[in-house]
T-cell receptor, first 115, second 116 residues
Framework: AQSVTQLDSQVPVFEEAPVELRCNYS??????LFWYVQYPNQGLQLLLK??????LVESINGFEAEFNKSQTSFHLRKPSVHISDTAEYFC?????????????FGTGTKLQVIP | NAGVMQNPRHLVRRRGQEARLRCSPM?????VYWYRQLPEEGLKFMVY????????ESGMPKERFSAEFPKEGPSILRIQQVVRGDSAAYFC??????????????FGEGSRLTVL
């Protein structure tokens, strides 16, 4: 069965500093990987996704994540964070190849950007 | 608004009452998922439905909880005889069917249930 581990429940970081949010997954088959962001009192929004091809994927607001099959990781990074990045970030995995496959979420990492 | 619509956004119930949460998926989406979010626990899958069919209810508690997605109208998550432990945010998500379904989910803003 697939599972997702986000070891860091909270990550405080100063504005304009780099950040990495860690995500490791467990699956016996090929996977699709996702990062979602949740702002206070809102639903989740897709930030970026890895389906196939290049292992480095980017979002429009400067985040990037790299799929590492050997380490079963999909860590999220940003070289310089803004106050507006304060939110909770969820890593998710879906086992691939057609049909219905459940999407499993991690427990989330709260990113707090300090002015 | 073409997004996933959930209502009510906030619901307060006393122990023993019933809670009904509604979800209208995005236009053109035929798959609906319900998740429950508790503090420090992330999102827990509850049920996956297509029109008139429950595809996967492996995350649903065995008692008091039920879900439906009728041919016409929104999907409904029903909780009977609520208890304080049911207090949580309940999120609905939808996705398209077929080849366009890559697993990306489109979420509503959630319904926050408080049981007194």
């Amino acid at each position: 069965a697939q599972s997702v581990t986000q070891l860091d429940s909270q990550v405080p970081v100063f504005e304009e500093a780099p950040v990495e949010l860690r995500c490791n997954y467990s699956s016996s088959v090929s996977v699709y990987l996702f990062w979602y962001v949740q702002y206070p009192n809102q639903g989740l929004q897709l930030l970026l996704k890895y389906l196939s091809g290049s292992t480095l994927v980017e979002s429009i607001n400067g985040f990037e994540a790299e799929f590492n099959k050997s380490q079963t990781s999909f860590h999220l990074r940003k070289p310089s964070v803004h106050i507006s990045d304060t939110a909770e970030y969820f890593c998710a995995v879906r086992e691939g190849s057609g049909g219905y496959q459940k999407v499993t979420f991690g427990t989330g990492t709260k990113l707090q950007v300090i002015p | 608004n073409a997004g996933v619509m959930q209502n009510p956004r906030h619901l307060v119930r006393r122990r023993g009452q019933e809670a009904r949460l509604r979800c209208s998926p995005m236009k053109g989406h035929s798959h609906v998922y319900w998740y429950r979010q508790l503090p420090e626990e992330g999102l827990k899958f509850m049920v996956y439905l297509q029109k008139e069919n429950i595809i996967d209810e492996s995350g649903m508690p065995k008692e008091r909880f039920s879900a439906e997605f009728p041919k016409e109208g929104p999907s409904i998550l029903r909780i009977q005889q609520v208890v304080r432990g049911d207090s949580a945010a309940y999120f609905c998500a939808s996705s398209p069917r077929g080849q366009t379904n890559t697993g990306e989910l489109f979420f509503g803003e959630g319904s926050r249930l408080t049981v007194l």
